[in-house]
Structures are given as C-alpha cells and as structure tokens.
C-alpha cells in the first residue's frame, strides 16, 4: 500500500505486518504442494496449515478444529448466516448497524432486523419482546449482533445478547462479526459467548482475501461451498496456505502487543478528535457520549476510532480535499463501487439525513503516530473552513 502523509483509514484495511509479509512470501518461495495430497510437498503444505489453526485457536479462544478458513470477512460472514439457516430452517436475524456481508444476507433469506439504540448497541429490549412475541411461530435460528462496529467502533456486550437469547430462544445461535474487533479486543474472551465467530485477516495486519469462521463444537452448520470436502467438510475449496500462515502471524502479533497497542492508539484517537473539535464548530463526536463536567467517555469504542459528524459539509467534497492533502479517511464503509451511500448505520441510530451527509470516519493502527494524527486534524480543520466559506 502506498501511504499518504496521513493514513486514516485503517478500518477499511491496515497494512500488513512486516513479520506476516516475511511469513508469507517465505511460504510462497516454498513452492508448497496442495496440502490435501498426499506426497512430501503436499504434507508440508498441511504441516503448515495445521500449525496455522493450533496458533489462530489459541488466539480466538476455540479448538483448532473448529477454526474454518475462508476467503475472508465476507465469505465467513455468509457462511455463519446461510449455513446456520440451511442446517435448522427458522429465521435468521441480526442488528440494523451490521456490515452488508450480515445485514444483505440477513434481508435476502427474509431474516429479521433487530432495531438499535442511539448508542448503537442492538435495542436488548426489543430483541426480548420480539423473540417473546414470535413464540408459536417460526423459530429464529440465528441473531448476529457484531462485536465492534465498522463505522463508529461501538462495542456490543455479547453476554447481554445471549442473556436474552438464552431466555427467550435458548435454541438460537449467536453469531458476532468480530471482524473489526479483533485489533483492539481479547476476541477470546469478548466473543466467548458466540457460536459463530468471523474474522478477516487485512483488518489485523494480515493479508486481503483470508479470514476465519469459528463454529464451536455443536453449532448447526450446512457447508455453502461443496466439492473437495476441505475444512472438515465445513468450506470446500483448495486453502489460502500462504495467506492463511501469515494471517495466522499478524493474529498472534496483534494479540502480543494488543494491550500496548490500544493504550497508544487511544491516546493519539483522542489527540486527533480533541484537536478537530476544539477548533470547528456544530461537529459531533458519533455515539461518544459527554459526561456531566462536559468530558466525552470514549470508553465504549474501540480504541483506533473517531467518528464525526460535521455540520454543513457535505462528505465527498471533503473527502475530496482531505486526498488531496494527502490524507486517507472514509465516509462509512468502503464499497465496491466508490460511491458512497447513505450509512445504515447512522440513520439506525437516529442521526439525521442532512447531518450525516458531513460524516467522516478515521480510522487508526498499529503504524499511526502522532504526526499523521496532527497532519490530518490541520488537515480536516482547513477543508472545513473551505468548505464552508464556500456554502456561505
Ligand atoms: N465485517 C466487517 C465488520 C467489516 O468491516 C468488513 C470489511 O470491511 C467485512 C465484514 C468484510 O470483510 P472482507 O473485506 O474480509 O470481506
């Protein structure tokens, strides 16, 4: 990746780890056979595999055999949803502020949607009363409920989630995309009450195009892919080997160093978010709440987000100039097209169509210092104050 003066965007993929790069080209240097054969090179390719899933289990708490590799956050997203429904016919639901890897899929199989509050979290009351109202009918099978948000970096208390589950469709498995949680949170703790847990290696430092699917032992799943019967039968499909071992590298690093790492980068997030605000005016800190003496309690979000929503801006245009000044920030979550839609997420919280046309998300990591983090607040300051002498 070529880094810009500042590089904000770390949400959207953070570079790789310098010892997750050296893993991989070493393993792609290795001309490794297709581990499910049978001859030397080919027993290499498992060794290494194998070797992969004992470290990853360790890291995401579980058992390597139930770590099932996949081509990413997406594909083990939909592999939980789909293969979750295909095993046990109910319904399947999820949160209104999920990536679109949940919420589309959720919406295809004429799942439910869970509303939020305006903290973000999933609304525990109304998921209560609408498991409790649905009894007699189809049982809903699955409630997806991400650990860390992609746009506001809220974190869900997964343990209240399956409170409620347990009291009102103890039957129903819960699945979190941990995806965006795992730089910043102890996975292995944070997600322990979930079945189902997906992780994406380029959002921790490891490559793009491999993630993991966690299926703890008894969850119900149908495999999505069929063929050559990989991954226990649970993702057919010849493995990422080098992706897989260098994803496997940046997990146990970002796990190594995650306490250091969190206390940095939450300092420079404040520094960044402090140093906006102080200067602009009718700019809003999203799902940060202020406390009686007027401080803002970040403690709910996860450590390398700032979030704002700007007043008469409108985000492209800014987006615009922060690029030209050499900084890399987005609106909401990145898609394939470029465009930037209206965030589900913001108006599931309530923040209003005209308000959250000016949001910008910046997103730090484990490479942020302090002079990204001031170049990019100088940097926000001025295209604002262009922006809006420009409106006046
Ligand atoms: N889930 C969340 C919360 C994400 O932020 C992303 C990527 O932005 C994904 C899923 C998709 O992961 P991948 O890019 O590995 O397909």
């Known amino acids: 990746m070529a880094v810009p003066g500042a590089y904000l965007d770390h949400a959207a993929t953070t570079p790789m780890r310098p010892e997750a790069r050296a893993r991989m080209v070493e393993a792609l240097a290795d001309d490794l056979g297709n581990p499910s054969g049978s001859h030397r090179s080919a027993r290499l390719a498992r060794r290494a595999i194998d070797e992969a899933r004992e470290s990853l289990a360790e890291v995401l708490g579980c058992r390597p055999g139930e770590v099932v590799f996949t081509g990413g956050g997406t594909e083990a ?28 899929v959720v919406e295809a199989l004429g799942g439910i949607v869970w509303p939020v509050g305006t903290d973000g979290r999933i609304d525990l009351d109304a998921l209560a009363s609408g498991l409790a109202a649905r009894s007699g009918g189809a049982p809903v099978v699955l409630v997806s409920a991400m650990l860390a948000n992609n746009e506001i970096g809220v974190i869900t208390d997964l343990s209240a989630v399956r409170g409620v589950l347990d ?29 189902l847990v997906s992780v994406s290696a380029h959002k921790f430092g490891g490559p793009q195009g491999v993630g993991a699917l966690v299926v703890r032992d008894g969850v119900p799943l149908a495999a999505q892919s069929l063929g050559g019967g990989q991954e226990r039968g649970r993702r ?11 994803m496997a590298v940046a997990a146990r690093c970002t796990a190594d160093e995650r306490a250091d790492t969190v206390a940095r980068v939450a300092r420079l997030r404040d520094r960044l978010a402090e140093s906006i605000t102080s200067r602009l005016d009718d700019v809003a800190e999203t799902a940060v709440p202020v406390d009686s003496a007027g401080r803002p309690d970040r403690s709910g979000k996860v450590a390398g987000s700032c979030h704002l929503c700007i007043g008469g801006v409108e985000n492209e245009a800014l987006l615009f100039l922060l690029d030209q000044a050499g900084v890399a920030a987005s609106a909401a979550s990145s898609c394939a097209s470029g465009a930037l839609d209206p965030s589900h997420v913001l108006a599931a919280i309530g923040i209003e169509r ?3 046309r000016g949001s910008l998300r910046l997103s730090l990591g484990t490479t942020t210092t302090e002079a990204e983090v001031d170049a990019a607040a100088d940097a926000v300051v001025a295209s604002v104050t262009r922006l809006r002498r420009h409106a006046a």
Do not use: K, M, Y
Request: glycine content about 8%.
């Open 77 to 104: 997203d939909n592999l939980a949803v789909r293969g979750v429904q295909a095993a046990r016919p109910g319904l399947v639901s999820c949160s209104a502020v999920e990536h679109h890897a949940v919420l589309d």
């Open 354 to 356: 005209d308000l959250a």
């Open 236 to 246: 057919s499909g010849t493995q990422n080997v080098a992706g897989i071992v260098a």
């Open 167 to 195: 009291q009102h469709a103890p039957h129903a498995v819960l699945h979190t995309d941990a995806v965006q949680a795992f730089p910043w949170l102890d996975v292995s703790s944070a997600a322990a009450p979930a079945g």
